[in-house]
């Protein structure tokens, strides 16, 4: 760039400073406001007005605690919370909208504020930080946001018991290696993702437990010098009691990550379940009739039924692994206490939120508006030699070593494969002249007995199964 061309650049950019206003909340000792570009990488209303009624909430038991504590005029509390709450009203009627140039939020909220009720608005800010401040408008908003998560976690769930119900009678392939191993229930494979949506929802029930800690007091950093009642605010608000330490308050984000490590855990169950539907759903498979509505067809191919909402649901969890992995690395190294960083803890958390709330929501709509279909798993059943296992077993009952067994039984495999034959294909006879150990091995050669012989707890037995289902039945209620 020539000499001049950097110095109208410069000017350029120079220029776009001074002639704005000042900012707000801090723009007191400042001549200049700030440069667009320091606006477009700092602003964040665009964002963080997605915790407005949080915010609004937590502003208004600031106020009420300085009323009740005497450090501001009760009348003038009385003025804020009464206007803090008629702002919440008229937002949800939308006769208010968050928008203006203001920084963020909280300014938003401090300036709408003092321009409704003048001076008493402007002591809201008296004994606090915007440091305590958002931490703690989202903690709030993301213990309300985990409810309703969790209720989303609890729909597919139950729709995976409803399916578990309904084809209790079906035995398919498990797999291992995504070789075929032995026969299992369908249901208990249905079921062992409850299990795994259960942790998840008491994952996110346990940080939910450790982040229920109110901010407010903690100040900018070091706490504030007025006589607050910070167990009156965290009263309030719901939460269990303050945080313990003013520094750790302002400066750790590890709720979010926390969070945001539940969020992963959930993506990567919820995109296996994704791709066994996909599976299930394949000519390959042939077991799982997609209904129409949760099926998208092809531009070209006009046979085709694509599980669409499930290849989307396997595809995102990357997206809120990613969100996890930048949270950390955006604390990783933080000088202590709040740094501005920390407002990157945001916009991944909400979209992480958003992006799991769909997967599991579509994968609840998957199941439900779909078909297993039992003919189909049958067939399944004839390949893979699904039953050595239990021949091996007939022959522990026999009083052969299992090693022994083990390999006897990978004899008659190699015998039926040098035919083109499945174990499943060969009578007990045939077997026993193959090896005259394996006479009597007919109870070894049917599916259902094989299920049923797993008969303990965790096992794949239909009494078992029942038993499973109908427990989680009750506990979904
Ligand atoms: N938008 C900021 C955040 O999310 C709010 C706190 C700003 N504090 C400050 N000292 N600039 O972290």
């Known amino acids: 760039m020539s000499a001049r061309k950097q110095s109208t650049a410069r000017s350029r950019s120079h220029s776009r400073g001074s002639g704005q206003a000042k900012r707000g909340l801090w723009g007191g000792r400042f001549g200049d406001g700030p440069t667009e570009s320091l606006r477009r990488i700092g602003d964040s209303l665009h964002f963080d007005r997605r915790i407005v009624d949080q915010d609004l909430r937590g502003s208004a038991a600031h106020a009420r605690m300085l009323g009740a504590q005497g450090i501001i005029p009760k009348r003038d509390a009385r003025k804020i919370v009464a206007e803090l709450g008629r702002m919440r009203r008229e937002l949800v009627k939308g006769t208010l909208v968050v928008e203006g140039a203001d920084e963020d939020i909280h300014s938003w909220i401090e300036r709408t504020l003092t321009e ?95 982040m229920n800690e109110c901010p407010l007091g903690a100040g900018a950093t070091t706490g504030v010098p007025y006589p607050v009642d910070r167990a009156a605010t965290a009263t309030e608000l719901g939460f269990a009691r303050p945080t313990a330490n003013s520094m750790d308050t302002v400066a750790d984000r590890d709720f979010a990550a926390e969070w945001l490590a539940a969020a992963s855990i959930l993506a990567v169950h919820v995109s296996r379940l994704a791709e066994d539907v996909c599976l299930w759903a ?61 407002q990157e803890d945001k916009e991944g958390l909400f979209d992480a939120l958003d992006t799991v709330t769909a997967c599991v929501d579509v994968m609840a709509d998957t199941l439900r508006m779909s078909r ?58 045939e077997i026993a002249a193959i090896d005259a150990r394996f006479t009597g091995c007919e109870t070894a050669l049917d599916f259902r007995a094989a299920v049923d012989r797993r008969d303990h707890k965790g096992g794949t037995a239909t009494r078992r199964v029942k038993a499973a289902t109908r427990a989680w039945r009750r506990r979904l209620g």
């Open 282 to 342: 394949s000519s390959e498979w042939n077991l799982l009739e997609l209904g129409d509505s949760v099926s998208t067809g092809s531009s070209i191919m006009p046979q085709k039924r694509n599980p669409d909402g499930a290849e989307l649901a396997r595809g995102k969890a990357g997206r809120v692994v990613g969100h996890l992995m930048a949270l950390l690395t955006t604390m990783k190294g933080l000088p202590l206490t709040y740094d501005r960083d920390l």
């Open 116 to 210: 409704r009720i003048g001076d008493a608005g402007a002591k809201l800010h008296t004994a606090r930080s915007r440091n305590d401040q958002v931490a703690t408008a989202f903690r709030l908003w993301l213990r309300e946001e985990t409810e309703t998560l969790d209720l989303a976690i609890a729909g597919l769930m139950e729709a995976l018991v409803s399916q578990a119900e309904e084809v209790l009678g079906i035995v398919v392939p498990a797999y291992t290696h995504l070789q075929r191993g032995q026969p299992t229930l369908l249901s208990h494979q249905l079921l062992a993702y409850v299990e795994m949506l259960a942790r998840d929802r008491s994952r996110f029930a346990d940080q939910v437990r450790r």
């Open 372 to 429: 297993f279909r039992a003919e189909s798993a049958e067939d399944l059943l004839h390949g893979g030699h699904l039953l050595a296992t239990e021949l091996a077993d007939f022959l522990v009952g026999e009083g052969i070593p299992f090693r022994h067994a083990h390999e006897a039984v990978g004899a008659v495999v190699q015998v039926a494969e040098g035919s083109g034959l499945d174990l499943s294909d060969l009578t007990a006879d």
